[in-house]
């Protein structure tokens, strides 16, 4: 049973309403485990609105949050210096939620696989309904 780790984005169309989207986290929970890396809670919470905490923290509550640990830091900078060096620039929020899902072997379930292009990292791409492609 796969364990998943949900990129920024995927939290954004839940709380959205977007369609297929509450079904994808259900679909997801009856799978395996579900969870998200600690800066996924801060690009939420820094984007939320004032009308939008109680449905914001009810979800973020819902689902276990994976600490920015120290191997878990030193590893989303080594991802960022390696792509450096490749010219590609990598955000420290994706690097972070990147090596999160490394590191606890979990599958990434995002909207934008062009952010998280590591080969060691299994991707799926979620469209606009809510559908799981790989990346």
């Not at 191997?71 to 420290?92: S, V, Y």
Request: glycine share 4%; net charge negative.
């Amino acid at each position: 049973m796969p364990d998943y780790l949900l990129d920024t984005g995927i939290l954004i169309r839940h709380l959205r309403h977007s369609l297929g989207y509450q079904s994808l986290l259900e679909r997801l929970s009856q799978d395996g485990t579900i969870c998200i890396a600690s800066l996924t809670r801060t690009e939420i919470i820094r984007a939320m609105k004032d009308r939008e905490r109680k449905s914001t923290f009810s979800l973020l509550d819902s689902l276990d949050t994976l600490s920015l640990d120290k191997e878990t830091a030193d590893l989303a900078g080594e991802l960022i210096r390696t792509l450096r060096k490749n010219g590609i620039t990598l955000h420290l929020a994706d690097a972070a939620i990147a090596a999160t899902a490394i590191l606890h072997k979990f599958d990434l379930i995002t909207t934008n696989p062009k952010d998280f292009t590591m080969p060691e990292l299994t991707v799926w791409q979620a469209d606009e309904q809510g559908n799981l492609n790989p990346a």
